[in-house]
């Protein structure tokens, strides 16, 4: 072999040596092959799958994916409202739909051994035209009732008076709640 092709040969595989970031060129292919790694589970595939359904142990998630699911999973808010007296008021901004609501009365915090409270699920809330609820009272007693949190929505709940200015929605008085998605 001539000089000049050994010292071409030995430059081209001392840039290859030098490159500490090597490129794939379109998609890499398996050819039917998973990735091993030592502690977990063959890895075959890599998917795009925003809810996660697939529960598989062999695929990895996309940056996009892993997003979607936490962004759709994690959907925790609080907040404070004031009654206004009426038989429906809905409650809104909160940038989901709640499965679980927890309302009590602002002024109760201080005083906890009267601290009433109202919280329902989109299982229970929906058992009920005029919505399902647990009241409970500050003397430990608890009571299904109608007619307080009446519906879980779309971007919040609505509550109701029960058509006598009553909790969680007596005109003047200012309730905070949980929201849960």
Same mark, same amino acid.
């Given at each position: 072999? $001539?000089?000049?092709?050994?010292?071409?040969?030995?430059?081209?595989?001392?840039?290859? @040596?030098?490159?500490? =970031?090597?490129?794939?060129?379109?998609?890499?292919?398996?050819?039917?092959? /998973?990735?091993? +790694?030592?502690?977990?589970?063959?890895?075959?595939?890599?998917?795009?799958?925003?809810?996660?359904? $697939? !529960?598989?142990?062999?695929?990895?998630? #996309?940056?996009?994916?892993?997003?979607?699911? *936490?962004?759709?999973?994690?959907?925790? /808010?609080?907040?404070?409202?004031?009654?206004?007296?009426? =038989? $429906?008021?809905?409650?809104?901004?909160?940038? +989901? *739909?709640?499965?679980? @609501?927890?309302?009590?009365?602002?002024?109760?915090?201080?005083?906890?051994?009267? #601290?009433?409270?109202?919280?329902? #699920? &989109?299982?229970? @809330? !929906? &058992? !009920? *035209?005029?919505?399902?609820?647990?009241?409970?009272?500050?003397?430990?007693?608890?009571?299904?009732? =109608?007619?307080?949190?009446? $519906?879980? &929505?779309?971007?919040? +709940?609505? @509550?109701?008076?029960?058509?006598?200015?009553?909790?969680? /929605?007596?005109?003047?008085?200012?309730?905070? +709640?949980?929201?849960?998605?």
């Amino acid at each position: 072999m $001539s000089r000049r092709l050994i010292g071409s040969i030995a430059r081209k595989i001392s840039g290859l @040596v030098e490159d500490k =970031t090597p490129q794939l060129g379109g998609d890499l292919d398996l050819n039917g092959k /998973n990735i091993d +790694f030592p502690t977990t589970a063959d890895i075959s595939d890599c998917l795009d799958e925003d809810d996660m359904t $697939s !529960d598989s142990a062999t695929m990895l998630a #996309t940056q996009q994916s892993i997003k979607a699911y *936490a962004d759709i999973k994690a959907r925790i /808010n609080t907040g404070a409202y004031t009654g206004d007296g009426t =038989t $429906s008021q809905g409650i809104t901004g909160i940038g +989901f *739909a709640p499965k679980y @609501v927890r309302i009590w009365l602002q002024s109760a915090i201080a005083d906890a051994t009267g #601290t009433n409270w109202q919280e329902t #699920t &989109d299982d229970a @809330v !929906d &058992d !009920d *035209a005029s919505g399902y609820s647990i009241h409970s009272s500050g003397d430990g007693t608890n009571q299904w009732r =109608t007619n307080e949190i009446i $519906s879980l &929505d779309s971007d919040g +709940f609505t @509550v109701d008076d029960d058509g006598a200015d009553a909790t969680p /929605n007596t005109n003047g008085s200012t309730y905070k +709640f949980l929201a849960i998605g």
